[in-house]
């Protein structure tokens, strides 16, 4: 059975830390997609990054990144230099099967919340 | 491009009753997903609906049902209501992106409280 789990519950730092959100899967699948998206207080979720199991090459995006590794199911989030406005809860999320790239029906992980401090 | 929305944004109602949330997707948007978002549960996957029908279904019980209507706007709707299913219900359209995946955008979904 698919699974995601994000085992930091709560994360706080202060503002210019560098932070790491981790994210470990299950699944059976040899084709899946995983996802990151950010939900600030307004409730709103933000997409971030979408990854299929064929693309382990690392991405970076501004202050962004993300570290893909199949040997050990996992699909981390690194935020450097981090600010205020980064506050907000940050789910993992898993789709796998057919059309598992049209992400419309995610497994999703618990959450991290991530507090940034002035 | 209007967003997603979602209407009402709060609702408050009592066990037994029955309540009925809509979604608006992006205009030219024709996938409609639906989630329910609990502190314990987090988010978990309701159904998703395409061209009016019913094309992916999580495990809720037979209480949730929804529907699309010809314009891609969906209902949701929860009868015979319970107390645990006060949650945040989250409504999110896609479209397909130039590299042949989908990308969803969500709406800010409905708080329901029923007490």
């Known amino acids: 059975a698919q699974k995601v789990t994000q085992a930091q519950t709560e994360i706080s730092v202060v503002e210019k830390e560098d932070v790491t959100l981790d994210c470990v899967y299950e699944t059976r699948d040899t084709t899946y997609y995983l996802f990151w998206y950010k939900q600030p207080p307004s409730g709103e979720l933000v997409f971030l990054i979408r990854r299929n199991s064929f693309d382990e090459q690392n991405e970076i995006s501004g202050r962004y990144s993300w570290n893909f590794q199949k040997s050990t199911s996992s699909f981390n989030f690194t935020i450097t230099a981090s600010q205020v406005v980064d506050s907000a809860v940050y789910f993992c999320a898993l789709s796998e099967g057919p059309g598992a790239g049209n992400n419309r029906k995610l497994i999703w992980g618990l959450g991290t919340s991530l507090a940034v401090n002035p | 491009k ?27 948007h024709r996938s409609v997903s639906w989630y329910q978002q609990t502190p314990g549960q987090g988010l978990q996957f309701l159904f998703e609906y395409f061209s009016e029908t019913q094309r992916n279904k999580g495990n809720f019980p037979g209480r949730f049902s929804g529907r699309q209507f010809s314009n891609s706007r969906s209902e949701m709707n929860v009868s015979t209501l319970e107390l645990g299913d006060s949650a945040l219900y989250l409504c999110a359209s896609s479209v397909r992106n130039t590299k042949g995946g989908n990308e969803q955008f969500f709406g800010p979904g409905t708080r329901l409280t029923v007490l």
């Open chain 2, 2 to 28: 209007a967003g997603v929305t979602q209407t009402p944004r709060y609702l408050i109602k009592t066990r037994g009753q029955q309540v009925t949330l809509s979604c608006s997707p992006i205009s030219g």
